[in-house]
């Protein structure tokens, strides 16, 4: 695997990662499958290993292995349970937000109770009516003396019932300089959860919906000043939302490959193994190959955000690849798995599942080729990744 990267100290994190994904969460799937619901203490323990401080410096008492090493625990995560996996990734978006728009009391104050898994983040941007539209939002916030006092509600909120700190980003005023982001913390008085519901896939995971009824938050916890909301939004998905989602595509990839292959070799059909069949080695052969040209995609654009290079549309194409290229993937093996992959006794189905979960947020497939287009007609509006560069490069070291 160093070929992709990494080097001995991500596979140490990696197989640190896989032993505790086996261990502790495969014996939970069948659990997650049945209820449905957000797994809050396993989303605890999981944060309990210190991995949702990936990014944070050491200095506030994160790992300080950048978005590579991120990468590594989120894939591994997803390898077993893609709902994890995106547990993790949901909680990376609520400390971009803190790690690149707080200031110094707000770090102090959140980054080490992160670190330690003693508070889960997210991050809340989209709305009913608006969707992925940023600037369509409604949800409000007014100033009233040393508070601001907020109403609307926002949905798809990743870790939305597990969370303890929300970054939530609300109009203070009119166009793109009108939004502006505030951490609220559960239990605030006005403050409030709408009911989970099932969904296809991702079960074990939280992505529902928060309820802001005359919400007093104070002045202090803006994130940045009045205007910062869109900045906020656009570099917690660009940076962090394309990457890690790219992460629990990979990871579940390689699932499916795994458990592909080997039910290709248990089964038989004409007194031979099934993977004997050429027309299998061919489904098989295309699978794998995704999967390497998907990986190198991944490891490529987190490394280069490791460096602080430019890098928006290596992100863009790493998310387009690994959504499309695990999707495919999903399709081949059920096809190869027939009328047994219809059945839960096997997991090929869960990950075809949770793979169309990974297809809209931070930017469909389309929206992605969209962006490439500009990139190639020389087009493109700016770059997050060269904005935030030198604040990224401080990630993966310890502080500036």
């Known amino acids: 695997m160093e070929r992709y990267f990494t080097d001995q100290h991500h596979e140490r994190l990696r197989t640190a990662v896989r032993e505790f994904a086996n261990s502790e969460v495969k014996p939970r799937i069948e659990e997650m499958e049945a209820t449905k619901t957000a797994s809050v203490d396993l989303s605890r323990l999981i944060a309990r290993q210190g991995w949702i ?45 803190i790690i690149h728009f707080g200031n110094e009391e707000q770090k102090k104050t959140w980054l080490p109770a992160i670190a330690s898994g003693d508070c889960l983040p997210t991050i809340a941007v989209t709305e009913h009516e608006s969707g992925g539209h940023v600037l369509g939002m409604t949800s409000s916030a007014v100033r009233d003396g040393d508070d601001y006092v907020l109403n ?18 609300v109009r203070t005023g009119p166009g793109s300089k009108g ?79 795994d458990e592909t292959t080997a039910f290709c070799a248990e089964r038989r059909r004409y007194d031979a193994p099934l993977a004997d069949l050429g027309s299998i080695k061919l489904k098989l052969g295309r699978m794998q190959s995704r999967l390497m040209t998907a990986r190198l995609a991944a490891y490529h654009a987190v490394h280069l955000l490791d460096r602080g290079e430019q890098c928006d549309a290596e ?34 189905e869960r990950y075809l599942r949770d793979a169309h979960h990974i297809f809209a947020p ?17 087009t493109a509006k700016g770059s997050w990744s060269q904005r935030l560069g030198e604040l990224v490069r401080c990630e993966a070291e310890t502080t500036c």
């Open 53 to 97: 401080g990936a990014t944070v410096p050491r200095g506030y008492g994160g790992m300080g292995v950048g978005h590579l090493g991120k990468t590594v625990v989120i894939e591994e995560l997803s390898r077993v349970s893609g709902a994890m996996g995106a547990m993790v990734q949901a909680s990376q978006l609520g400390v971009a937000k």
């Open 152 to 169: 609307g509600r926002k949905v798809y909120v990743g870790n939305s019932h597990v969370g303890d700190l929300h970054g939530v980003v």
């Open 179 to 257: 939004l502006t982001a505030f951490l609220v913390e559960t239990g605030t008085p006005g403050f409030s959860l709408g009911r989970q519901r099932p969904a296809m896939g991702l079960h074990g995971f939280s992505f529902g919906e928060l309820v802001f009824e005359d919400c007093r938050v104070p002045a202090a916890n803006r994130l940045g000043e009045e205007g910062d909301g869109l900045p906020v939004a656009y570099s917690s998905s660009v940076l962090y939302g394309r990457a890690n989602l790219t992460a629990v595509s990979l990871g579940i990839h390689q699932a499916i490959l």
């Open 315 to 348: 992100l863009m194409n790493a998310k387009l690849v690994n959504v499309e290229y695990a999707l495919d993937s999903a399709r081949d093996a059920m096809e190869i798995h027939a009328a047994a992959g219809l059945f839960t006794d096997r997991p090929v």
């Open 362 to 378: 931070a930017g469909t497939s389309d929206i992605q080729r969209l962006r490439l287009g500009e990139v190639a007609l020389g």
